[in-house]
């Protein structure tokens, strides 16, 4: 809509987890070299919690990406709050197995979960692959059954290594959850915490941004420095709410035919959309 007015080829404020937009402050950039050592070494398990709209399953995409369909067997859990425990293990055994599930009902329980599953690591670790399995919006789940089902998964062990990497992504609540259930707590190799952007790495983000979607010149040239402070004000750093506000911004300014963004935009942008 507002593409070809400010000289990009595409949004640029879009929140959805297209890896190509990662962008790695410090703290994205030590979580995605700890996880990926997670991957790497076979260390079992890892896990990121973060403020909701930091960007946790952006960096669970850029790691699944990057791994190489044919090094790799991945599964990527997207609502682990299930009925019953039992299905995460069939939405691991369906995302790590081209095979269809058995339809009989006692074939579907865990216990023959775990034994499919067992079948289905070995197998892959003989094809040369690597098992990964990555469950987000862990805080979500509220049955400890399910985060028993997880520690499960860290039972299938060569007597050298782990048969797959367990990677865990949530909200900061997850963290008091899996505390309390220590079996599961103590299998954890690796923690990783992301929390909201300052102004440099809002003014940062919001560049990458704009050079991944096809602006070539200065940001500055399109958002002035009080647009930033504005940004960093009412978004509180938060890469979702970052996205929001620019996006609408950027549509706004085109309807007005704007020449850059400034604060004064922001502001009405956050007093016309009610974003608070």
Not at 234 to 246: D, M
Request: neutral net charge; hydrophobic residues 40%.
């Amino acid at each position: 809509m507002y593409e070809q007015f400010w000289h990009l080829n595409e949004k640029p404020f879009q929140n959805t987890p297209d890896s190509r937009y990662l962008y790695l402050s410090t703290q994205h950039e030590d979580a995605l070299m700890k996880l990926s050592y997670v991957v790497a070494q076979d260390l079992g398990c890892g896990m990121l919690t973060g403020i909701f709209g930091c960007g946790k399953t952006l960096l669970g995409k850029v790691i699944l990406n990057g791994l190489g369909r044919e090094r790799y067997s991945c599964a990527f859990i997207n609502n682990p709050s299930v009925s019953e425990p039992a299905e995460l293990l069939r939405s691991v055994v369906r995302s790590l197995s081209p095979q269809a599930l058995p339809e009989k009902k006692s074939e579907l329980m865990a216990d023959s979960m775990l034994e499919k599953l067992d079948f289905i690591l070995k197998d892959n670790i003989k094809d040369g692959k690597k098992n990964m399995v990555i469950i987000d919006e862990a805080h979500s789940i509220e049955d400890n059954r399910t985060f028993e089902q997880m520690r499960l998964l860290l039972n299938f062990q060569l007597e050298n290594k782990f048969m797959l990497t367990l990677l865990i992504l949530g909200q900061p609540e997850l963290k008091d959850k899996i505390l309390n259930i220590k079996p599961l707590d103590q299998r954890i190799a690796v923690r990783c915490y992301l929390g909201q952007l300052n102004e440099e790495d809002v003014a940062k983000y919001i560049s990458h941004r704009l050079k991944v979607a096809g602006r070539t010149d200065s940001p500055d040239n399109l958002f002035d420095k009080e647009a930033i402070k504005a940004i960093v004000k009412h978004s509180a750093g938060i890469p979702r709410r970052i996205n929001t506000v620019c996006d609408l911004a950027l549509m706004t300014g085109f309807a007005k035919k704007t020449e850059k963004v400034s604060a004064d935009l922001i502001e009405t942008v956050i007093k016309d959309f009610g974003i608070g």
